[in-house]
């Protein structure tokens, strides 16, 4: 049986590009609901090694979250300006238009 952090790896490489998610959303799709906090820990320490499009998860109010020096703001709000993701000055993004939920269905959209 996977463990937690696999699982969370496979859900993080399935959102498709041009589209965002929630840490929450993350956790729940890899099985472990409220475990938001450890997906953000699990992207800080795999991300770059594995090559996951991290950019792509944002908290659940749809604002860039992450306080990582690594991994700035600004940055994140560039990747997913090249992806075609509008992001706010204040680096908020619609999760209405370009939210993914897990379901496929949700491409078409975002």
């Not at 860039?64 to 703001?73: D, N, R, V």
């Amino acid at each position: 049986m996977p463990i937690f952090k696999d699982k969370v790896i496979r859900v993080v490489q399935q959102i498709p590009k041009g589209c965002v998610t929630t840490y929450g959303t993350v956790a729940t799709l890899a099985g472990l609901p409220r475990g938001g906090r450890l997906v953000g820990g699990i992207l800080h320490f795999t991300s770059d090694e594995l090559d996951l499009p991290w950019q792509r998860i944002i908290n659940r109010f749809g604002y860039i979250s992450t306080k990582c020096l690594e991994h700035p703001k600004a940055l994140q709000k560039a990747l997913l300006e090249m992806e075609g993701v509008e992001v706010s000055d204040d680096f908020v993004v619609d999760l209405n238009k370009y939210g993914w939920w897990g379901d496929e269905k949700d491409v078409d959209y975002c």
